[in-house]
Each structure stands twice: as C-alpha cells, then as structure tokens.
C-alpha cells in the first residue's frame, strides 16, 4: 500500500507536558480516517503537525504527494475578515501564480462546487452565515488540489440542520477526487458518516486503529468504549477533562 | 508577596538595570565613535592640519581600535572617573555638577506641577464631562497638549516678564540667592509642566471613565458608600496605574524637553551643556553626558514601573 | 456612525491649511524665502504680507510656507521610519516565544532612554544639523512605539486560523505578514501613526529651534522662534505665527487620531 501520510513515532511537549507520545499512522489514497479522542487527548497538536504547521519533537512524518489543506472548526477565524471571498478562496493559486483570468474562473467554479452563488465573491466573510463560511474554506481547500485534506471538527461550530450538508460535501469531495481525508471531531455520528478507519487517541498515543464498523461494533479498548458510551474514564474525569 | 520573592524580584530589576546600562553606554558610543564622520576632524574643522589631526586622535585615543576605547571608556566609567572637557579643559564631574543643580530642580519641578494640576483637574473633567465645563475643560487640555513647551516658554516671557515685570525672563542667578533661584525656575518649569499636565489630565479622566460602569464601583455604590469615599477607596487606585505608566514614558518628554526649554530661558543646566557640547564639537562632553541622561531616564523609568507594581491594585506583579 | 466624529472633521480641517500651505510651497511663495528687504522691516500684518516681515524684511508667510513644508516632511519621514521598523519588529515579538520575546520588548524599550533631542545632538556634533538627523532621531523614537502597538495588536491575530490557512496556501512569512496580518492590525497602527506624527512635529520644532535640525538659512518653523525670539517685544507676530502653525498641526494630528480611534474601534 502507497499511504499519502505516513506518521512515525511522533512525539510532541507542549509547555512541559507530554502532548503526543509515539503517534504511528498511515493514510491510504482515497481513504477517509476518522480520529477521536476526549478533548485534551492531543487530536489539534497533532493536526497540525499533519499540516505541517508545527514541528514535532521527534519522530517522522512523511507525504507522498505534494499538497495538505485544511478545513478548521472555527468559521469565524480561518477566514481573514479583511479579504473578500474571492481573494480567499484564490489564494492558493494565487501564491502559485495563476494568472488572474484563470483564477478568476476557477474561484468561481470552486464556489459553485461548494453551493455558493457567484453573487458572495465580493462580500466579505462577515456578512455570510457560519455555514456558508465553511463552504469557503472547503472550497479554498479544495482550489488548491491538495492530496490530504484535514478536517479538523469542521462541523462542531456549526447548526445541526447546516451541519450534513456540510459533511456531505466534503464526502462528495472523496468520491469525485479521489482524496484522502484525517477527520477529526467527538462527534461519532458524524465519523460512522465519513470514515473508513478509525484512530482513538488517547494519553498521547493510538491505543486503537479499526475499520469504522469493527471499531464500532467491539470497541477493544477501554478508552474506545468510554467515548462510544459517553462515559468519561475514571481517569479523566478526576483530572478534568 | 514574600520576602523572597521581592528580594528576588528586586534582584531580576538590578541586573535588569546594569544590562540596560551597559547596552545605553554601548548604543552611546557606537553612535559617537563608530558612525561615520572624525570627531578629530569635527572638533578642528576643515583645514585642520595631518600633524594637529594626528595629535589630537592620540590625546583622545582615536588611535586605539574601537573596542579598546569602549573599554576604556568603561572603565573610566566604572571608577567614576569622568573625562576631561576638550573645550574647557575642566573635569566633566565638575562641570556636571553645577549644571545638575539646574536641570534637576527643574525637571522634578515640572513633573510636581503637571501630577498636581493633571490629576485633580483629570477628575473634574471626568466627573463633570457631561457639562458644559467639563467638555470645555477637555477641549482647552487637547489644545494645551498641542503646544510646544518651548513656544509656551516664549510666551510666558513675553506675558511676565516683559509685560508684567513678575518674574526674570531669562538667566540664572545661582542658588546663593535661593528665592531669586527659584524665581528664575518658575517660568521655565511651568513651560515645561503645562502640556505634560494637559496629556497627564486626558489620561486621568479618561481611566477614571472608564473605570465608572465596572461591577466594583457598582457594587461599591449598591453598599451605599459615599461617593467620595468610592473616589478614593476603589476609582483612584485604578486609575492611578494608567496615569503612573504614561507619567514613567513622560520623564523621557520632560528631560527632552528641558533641553530645548533650558535653551529658550538662558539656564546653564544640562540642556545648555548639551548644546554648547554640540557647538563645540565637544565629543568627550558629549558622551559623558548623553550617557547619564540616559541612564537617568532608565533609572527613573524603572522605579516608576516599580512604583507602578506595587500600586496595582490587582495585587499582582506585572 | 452616519455623522463623521466633529473630532475627524476640526483635525482635517486643522491640517488642512498648513498642509496646504506647504505644498504650495513646492511651487510658490508670495516672496522669495530668504529674499531681503530692509526698507520693509519689521511690519505687522497687513494685505501685502499677510504675517509680516521679519527684521531683515524677509516676507513671513513665504518663510513660514517653506518652514512647514519642512516641517510636515520630517514628522512624516520620521512617523514612517518608525513605523517601518517598529511594526515588523512588535510582529515578530509578538510571533517569538516568550522567551526570546521577552528580552526583544526590553530591548526595544530602551530607546525610551534616548529622546529625540539626545541622539540628534549626537548626529549634529558628528554630521552637523541637518534634516536628516532629526529624521532618524525623532523616527528612531517612534520604534518602540509601533513595536508595542503592533505586538498587542498581532498577537491575537496570530492565533487565528486564517493565518495557518494562509501558511497552508503557500505564503511565507513575508507574505502572511503583508496580507493578512497587517490589514487585521492596521486600526490601531493608524491612530498611533496620526498620534505619533504629531509628536514628531513637537520634537522637529524643538530640534530646529536648537539648531540640531535644518540648517539655517533654510526656514524652518523652530529656528524662526529662535531667531525672533528676542524681537518679541517689538514684533510679537514674529513669535506668535510659528509656534501657532506648530500646534495647529500638532493639534490636527491629536484630534484625527483621537477620533480615529473612537471609529475603528470594533
């Protein structure tokens, strides 16, 4: 198997903590992983490091393909409140020095893939709804080509009734591409949706890597089980997690 | 806090305080010394002679590669011992002490004036800022702040010294004749205090309004205490804290600003010593004297940032 | 927010006639700047020269038309200098760690120990007064200003997804800094600048009048109170019109940032 990602043995300390502890992970071409893990479990630090965003202390990681995007959980703040929605959306090409005609077209094509009217291009991200705004981000993402996508809780901000759409564009987005996906979020329904495969993080490290319906159906770990019945491990709950 | 944490905050401060010394006298010297242009040359003029240049870069030690002299220079320094003015061909020490005996009066003077004309007018202007006054009060302090202190020298000349015969308008007498001493500063310091005022009143009302609608204050108000005893207890202490931080960053304006003053009233305080250093290409002057102003600032910036903590009713060191 | 603040309006209006003035300068002055005329001495006000004539009969609105163009051209210089230097340095404080910031910011706080008028008497004992020695000694003050502002200001925009976005769309860290963080910051840095250009008027006039700015015979607004300072009793005008022009733009700067501020605030 050629994995588009491949994670070995990454470690990570933030502010005197251990936040990772040995992360190995593999990401097929075409395959959605879900990753779910208690809040605090290290799923953002290690998105990042997937992004390449952050340095990891040690260990290694490894793209096949040029090309990682991300979709983040907070619609407000991924994208930048003084471009418009055109210039967002554009500018992975436009640091790839598209020529303006070209980019102007596919800006366009790329909002109307996501469901967004032409008409939005020239607003500013302050006068769109919260879902509309993750439909920009999906479509920077997308504008870009990028081999991986990183979901980090995209939809978790989100209204319920906005949030399948929003989940089943980026499905469609596997399909018709063909591209591979780290699905992050809590929300199990949400990943049974999405995922082929799924990683629970949990203390730092992978303590279970299934498909998404073995995984589900006879959790083997006992931090699996907590989070598929709800229930906090006695141990996260006395440290407050 | 604990004993041992002040001390050792104390301890973090003073060497906070030699580090930035060292980097004063260093910032001094590389731009005296290092830049471009001969001291030698600018203290001879232009057709100066190879002989006198030479002469005079070996009785400065200009000869000596750069870091030897900053060394030296520190040394001297380190040992107190202040270089010889090349125009007067007097210690610096000696020179300094006579002129300090002017420019600090002053400054300390202007900065007496401004906190106690700033702050009590900062509270009128804030409690009265819905009243015609207080609008009033405001606008004739923004027009106050926009004058340059040494136009307002001139001026207060022209109105007391000239006109009404109240006060000198210019020179200075010597602290023999203390009360004509201090006559001779009042123009001067209030020159220098009256815009300083204008800015420090601004930050006054602008704290205490702002301070106004926070639950403190209304629970303050909600227990039925006075309003004068809110004033004091609970709105003045946060207050104080904005107006200590712009008063610190004011010390620097107000020694700069002596200078120029000092210039303006004929005083022979550190501001004339500055500019005559200048005219006269007077570099051994000079740097001595940059220095200590700069340290000055550093030293007195740093206690009030000290003060500054200590009054944070927050209670907590920032 | 449909009426513009009276404060934005008096401020424009405060620098508008001196900035006219100067501009006008560039191309015309009633008199020649520094053209004699003894027969003409010491006039007050009147129709043929609106300002006077100064004791050698100079025309004193030429005089002060060029004295403000200097002037406005070292405040801007200055304020640009500083802002040049001090935003892209608060940025990377704000961007560094703690522990690398920490000694940055104390660092750059101890220019504060430097006022203008300190490091232009040094660059006038070296190079002799000119304009650009105030430039750098006023701009030079100005650093750790923008730094603060800029440092608090970046800081939480730092943390915002849109600028890993944009990282992820390939900018480096010029670009993000171009793009993103600087038009997210730019509401507090203009007020400053506004604010800080007024200071660099005060500190230009002050550097002028001691002579450690624009070289005579040039005019500028502080070596003119300088020079007339001991007509003052015979020609008060002569005094009272520069140091006026100095704080009416000085009070245009103040009043533009003062409602800048009340406008851009979120």
């Known amino acids: 198997m050629n994995a588009v990602l491949t994670l070995r043995g990454i470690t990570a300390r933030r502010g005197g903590h251990d936040i990772l502890r040995g992360i190995d992970l593999d990401i097929a071409p075409a395959e959605t992983l879900g990753l779910i893990g208690a809040s605090g479990a290290g799923k953002s630090t290690l998105a990042r490091i997937v992004l390449g965003l952050d340095r990891p202390d040690g260990g290694q990681r490894h793209l096949a393909a040029a090309g990682v995007q991300a979709v983040f959980q907070d619609p407000q703040g991924s994208l930048d409140p003084t471009h418009s929605i055109a210039r967002i959306v554009a500018e992975p090409l436009a640091t790839r020095r598209v020529r303006r005609p070209e980019r102007a077209r596919r800006t366009l094509a790329a909002l109307e893939a996501v469901g967004l009217p032409a008409t939005l291009a020239t607003q500013r991200p302050g006068s769109l709804s919260g879902g509309q705004r993750q439909r920009v981000a999906i479509a920077r993402a997308l504008i870009a080509d990028p081999a991986l996508l990183v979901a980090d809780e995209p939809v978790s901000a989100l209204d319920v009734s906005v949030q399948a759409q929003v989940l089943n564009l980026l499905r469609d987005a596997r399909r018709e591409r063909g591209l591979s996906m780290l699905f992050i979020s809590h929300d199990l329904a949400a990943i049974r949706h999405l995922c082929q495969r799924v990683a629970v993080l949990h203390d730092g490290r992978i303590v279970e890597c299934a498909p998404a319906e073995t995984l589900f159906a006879t959790p083997r770990h006992d931090a699996t089980k907590a989070l598929l019945t709800g229930r906090p491990l006695p141990a996260d709950a006395a440290l407050g997690r | 806090m604990d004993a041992l944490t002040t001390l050792r905050s104390f301890a973090s401060r003073l060497l906070w305080l030699a580090l930035a010394l060292l980097a004063c006298s260093a910032i001094t010297f590389a731009i005296l010394d290092i830049l471009p242009g001969d001291p030698a040359r600018a203290m001879l003029g232009m057709n100066a002679t190879d002989e006198a240049l030479t002469a005079l870069h070996a009785k400065l030690g200009l000869d000596r590669p750069p870091m030897m002299q900053y060394l030296a220079w520190l040394d001297d320094l380190a040992h107190l011992r202040l270089g010889t003015s090349m125009t007067y061909d007097i210690p610096v020490a000696q020179l300094l002490s006579g002129r300090l005996a002017i420019t600090l009066p002053l400054a300390a003077g202007a900065m007496t004036i401004a906190l106690s004309l700033g702050l009590p007018f900062g509270a009128i202007a804030a409690r009265r800022r819905h009243r015609a006054d207080g609008v009033m009060l405001d606008a004739a302090a923004q027009l106050l702040q926009s004058v340059p202190d040494f136009w307002l020298g001139i001026a207060l000349v022209g109105i007391f010294a000239l006109h009404w015969r109240f006060a000198p308008s210019g020179g200075f007498p010597g602290w023999a004749h203390p009360a004509a001493a201090l006559g001779a500063l009042v123009l001067p310091a209030l020159a220098l205090a009256l815009p300083q005022a204008a800015v420090l009143m601004r930050v006054m009302r602008s704290a205490l309004i702002s301070i106004e609608p926070q639950d403190f204050i209304r629970s303050a108000r909600a227990r039925g205490l006075s309003p004068a005893r809110i004033f004091l207890r609970h709105a003045l202490p946060h207050a104080l804290l904005p107006v200590l931080t712009i008063a610190t960053m004011q010390i620097s304006f107000l020694i700069g600003g002596a200078v120029v003053v000092e210039t303006v009233f004929d005083l022979p305080g550190l501001g004339r010593m500055l500019f005559d250093a200048v005219g006269n290409h007077d570099l051994v002057v000079l740097r001595d004297l940059v220095l200590l102003v700069a340290a000055a600032i550093t030293l007195l910036s740093m206690l009030a940032e000290w003060l500054a903590t200590r009054l944070d009713p927050r209670g907590q060191p920032r | ?266």
């Open chain 3, 1 to 266: 927010m449909n009426r513009p603040d009276p404060r934005l309006l008096l401020g424009a209006t405060c620098l508008a006639g001196p900035i006219a003035l100067a501009l006008l300068s560039l191309a015309w002055t009633p008199f020649a700047v520094n053209g004699l005329d003894i027969a003409h001495r010491l006039l007050p006000p009147d129709a043929a020269h609106p300002f006077g004539t100064d004791g050698f009969g100079r025309d004193l609105l030429s005089r002060s038309m060029a004295g403000l163009r200097a002037t406005i051209a070292t405040a801007l210089a200055a304020t640009g200098l500083g802002a040049a230097i001090g935003i892209p340095l608060g940025i990377t404080i704000a961007a560094s760690h703690e522990r690398r910031s920490a000694p940055l910011r104390r660092l750059a706080d101890l220019v504060f120990a430097f006022p203008p008028v300190l490091t232009a008497a040094m660059l006038a004992a070296l190079w002799g007064g000119s304009a650009a020695g105030a430039v750098v000694a006023i701009g030079a003050f100005d650093v750790p200003v923008f730094a603060r502002i800029a440092a608090a200001a970046a800081l939480p925009v730092l943390a915002q997804d849109f600028i890993a976005a944009s990282r992820l769309a390939g900018r480096g860290p010029l670009g993000v800094l171009w793009w993103h963080i600087l038009p997210n910051i730019a509401a507090p840095l203009i007020v400053q600048a506004s604010l800080q250009a007024g200071i660099a008027v005060l500190a230009e006039a002050g550097l002028t009048y001691l002579g450690f700015g624009l070289p005579p015979p040039a005019p500028s607004l502080g070596g003119m109170l300088k020079d007339y300072q001991s007509a003052l009793g015979a020609a008060p005008w002569l005094v009272l019109i520069p140091g006026a022009l100095v704080t009416l733009l000085v009070l245009g700067c103040n009043l533009l940032g003062d409602g800048l501020r009340d406008r851009l605030a979120r």
